[in-house]
């Protein structure tokens, strides 16, 4: 399995950027599809954004479409989510995941290693 640490998650305003990073370990990084999600209170996680193994397939949940974009570096085994124009309701843990089964894959129950998370907190 491969190992998931989240980082630069925080608080920012409405209009704000956060550029979030995900560092994985373990296995060959490239092997893995790659997702973010996220979870607000009282809410069940969902997609955010998912990245192919060799990044060339891309793919957002309609919330974030033109304001969030997906990257990874295979080089440094991260992978990235820069979330620009931030909105009240991109408040949330965020959590980064990893799939070794399949290339690309948008679906939860199908990634197999998940990070700890990072909350994002965006005021008003």
């Known amino acids: 399995q491969v190992q998931l640490v989240e980082s630069g998650g925080g608080l920012v305003q409405a209009g704000g950027s956060l550029r979030l990073s995900c560092a994985a370990s373990?296995?060959?990084?490239?092997?893995?599809?790659m997702g973010w999600f996220r979870q607000a209170p009282g809410k069940d996680r969902e997609f955010v954004a998912a990245?192919?193994?060799?990044?060339?397939?891309?793919s957002y949940a309609d919330s974030v479409k033109g304001r969030f974009t997906i990257s990874r570096d295979n080089a440094r085994n991260t992978v990235y989510l820069q979330m620009n124009s931030l909105k009240p309701e991109d408040t949330a843990v965020y959590y980064c995941?990893?799939?070794?089964?399949?290339?690309?894959?948008?679906?939860?129950?199908?990634?197999?290693?998940w990070g700890q998370g990072t909350q994002v907190t965006v005021s008003s």
């Open positions: 990245i192919s193994r060799i990044g060339g397939v891309t």
């Open positions: 995941a990893a799939d070794y089964e399949k290339s690309f894959t948008i679906t939860l129950g199908e990634y197999d290693s």
């Open positions: 373990g296995r060959t990084f490239s092997s893995y599809a």
